[in-house]
T-cell receptor
Framework: KAGVTQTPRYLIKTRGQQVTLSCSPI?????VSWYQQTPGQGLQFLFEYFSETQRNKGNFPGRFSGRQFSNSRSEMNVSTLELGDSALYLC?????????????FGPGTRLLVL | DQQVKQNSPSLSVQEGRISILNCDYT??????FLWYKKYPAEGPTFLIS?????DKNEDGRFTVFLNKSAKHLSLHIVPSQPGDSAVYFCAASGSSGNTPLVFGKGTRLSVIA
């Protein structure tokens, strides 16, 4: 079975631009979660989607948004980019829900904001 | 408020010896715990998990111990190998559907040959 895939792997943007990242979960997995990893803060939860609905949201500003499609693929969007948005963005999938289940991670998208 | 804490940012161990990585949590609603291993520029790789109904789970060289009363878990790697050198993250969640994974900040393990 193929693992979680994320595109693009690397991205350079400038302040004020917007960016869309894509995630394809493991086949059969319906839950997709997004995390931001920065050196100082570790992995911070952004949001989780299940059956095309956002089921949980972390403590991030409204500039961060996402969606999930009927095939469980997910995208996240960051608008009006700031320098502090430079990070590794990780997507993880699990079968049904976050709780009590193992999440499997993709390789991440490294975003650099100049 | 850090709900999952890994108090040792780094650990060095000689090849062949035991590596013990520790993790503490504060939220008593957490009942499912996982360890992930992460190499630079890659996503975390799932290693092993444990639910709160157990106090030990073993998978090959990896064993996770859970002490619920102390809200503490540990990952033992025996014997340690140079390829185990990576950052290890502890994560926790509740078993109900709407509980996201909460991660510790990681411990960098260096296994010295």
């Amino acid at each position: 079975k193929a693992g979680v895939t994320q595109t693009p792997r690397y991205l350079i943007k400038t302040r004020g631009q917007q960016v869309t990242l894509s995630c394809s979960p493991i086949s059969g997995h319906r839950s997709v979660s997004w995390y931001q990893q920065t050196p100082g803060q570790g992995l911070q939860f952004l949001f989780e989607y299940f059956s095309e609905t956002q089921r949980n949201k972390g403590n991030f500003p409204g500039r961060f948004s996402g969606r999930q499609f009927s095939n469980s693929r997910s995208e996240m969007n960051v608008s009006t980019l700031e320098l502090g948005d430079s990070a590794l963005y990780l997507c993880a999938s699990s079968l049904e829900s976050q709780g009590g289940e193992t999440q499997y991670f993709g390789p991440g998208t490294r975003l650099l904001v100049l | 408020d850090q709900q999952v804490k890994q108090n040792s940012p780094s650990l060095s161990v000689q090849e062949g010896r035991i590596s013990i990585l520790n993790c503490d949590y504060t939220n008593s609603m957490f009942d499912y715990f996982l360890w992930y291993k992460k190499y630079p520029a890659e996503g975390p790789t799932f290693l092993i998990s444990i639910s709160s109904i157990k106090d030990k789970n073993e998978d090959g060289r990896f064993t996770v111990f859970l002490n619920k009363s102390a809200k503490h878990l540990s990952l033992h790697i025996v014997p340690s190998q140079p390829g185990d050198s990576a950052v290890y993250f502890c994560a926790a969640s509740g078993s109900s559907g709407n509980t996201p994974l909460v991660f510790g900040k990681g411990t960098r393990l260096s296994v010295i040959a």
